[in-house]
Antibody
Framework: QLQLQESGPGLVKPSETLSLTCTVS??????????WAWIRQPPGKGLEWIGS???????YYNSSLKSRLAMSIDTSKNQFSLRLSSVTAADTAMYYC????????????WGQGSLVTVSS | EIVMTQSPATLSVSPGERATLSCRAS??????LAWYQQKPGQAPRLLIY???TRATGIPARFSGSGSGTEFTLTISSLQSEDFAVYYC??????????FGGGTMVEIK
């Protein structure tokens, strides 16, 4: 059974860079045509897709975050990562990593989430 | 960008009753529509994909229907564990992948 686990700092200062890593276990991150994604949820609000990365390294970003966003994949560690620069309080959210079986598939695997608070 | 609109925002239902949740897309998403359930403090869980196919382990009381721009999630007889927030998501035309704003199903 494929499992995902987010890791990273829970507190980030305004204007700094938020960095999170998702570790995939139970399967190779490059073993199938999976698209790996980051999705966030501000407290008490709905879900927002941040971006997706394919095992080849191809990335797809939400245009609203594109100028501040970088996603990458490390197949040797079975991990993928998120970096969001110049954060503000509006970036405070639960950040989930997730996996979709293909480019036109739903997210069938989710991590438990990592709460990131932006505050000085 | 395809905008997903869910209604109602909150649905009050008694245990054992039927719940009907709606999701509308701003343009056709064919059948590339998923439903997720999220309970407090938990990650979303996939319930339905392809508009009408139940994900692995999902009880038969959950059913999805629709195609194009109009979709429905029906819970035939609400159990205590079904009170949660439900989100629809389109994966037909991206980026961006988009979610609806959610419907909270609460105990009446």
């Amino acid at each position: 059974q494929l499992q995902l686990q987010e890791s990273g700092p829970g507190l980030v200062k305004p204007s700094e860079t938020l960095s999170l890593t998702c570790t995939v276990s139970g399967a190779s991150i490059s073993g199938r045509s999976y698209y790996w994604a980051w999705i966030r949820q501000p407290p008490g609000k709905g879900l927002e897709w941040i971006g997706s990365v394919y095992y080849s390294g191809s990335t797809y970003y939400n245009s609203s975050l594109k100028s501040r966003l970088a996603m990458s994949i490390d197949t040797s560690k079975n991990q993928f990562s998120l970096r969001l620069s110049s954060v503000t309080a509006a970036d405070t959210a639960m950040y989930y990593c997730a996996g979709a079986g293909g480019g036109y598939d739903p997210f069938d695997f989710w991590g438990q989430g990592s709460l990131v608070t932006v505050s000085s | 960008e395809i905008v997903m609109t869910q209604s109602p925002a909150t649905l009050s239902v008694s245990p054992g009753e039927r719940a009907t949740l709606s999701c509308r897309a701003s343009q056709s998403v064919s059948s590339n529509l998923a439903w997720y359930q999220q309970k407090p403090g938990q990650a979303p869980r996939l319930l339905i994909y392809g508009a009408s196919t139940r994900a692995t382990g999902i009880p038969a009381r959950f059913s999805g229907s629709g195609s194009g721009t109009e979709f429905t999630l029906t819970i035939s007889s609400l159990q205590s564990e079904d009170f949660a927030v439900y989100y629809c998501q389109q994966y037909n035309n991206w980026p961006p992948l988009t979610f609806g704003g959610g419907t909270m199903v609460e105990i009446k």
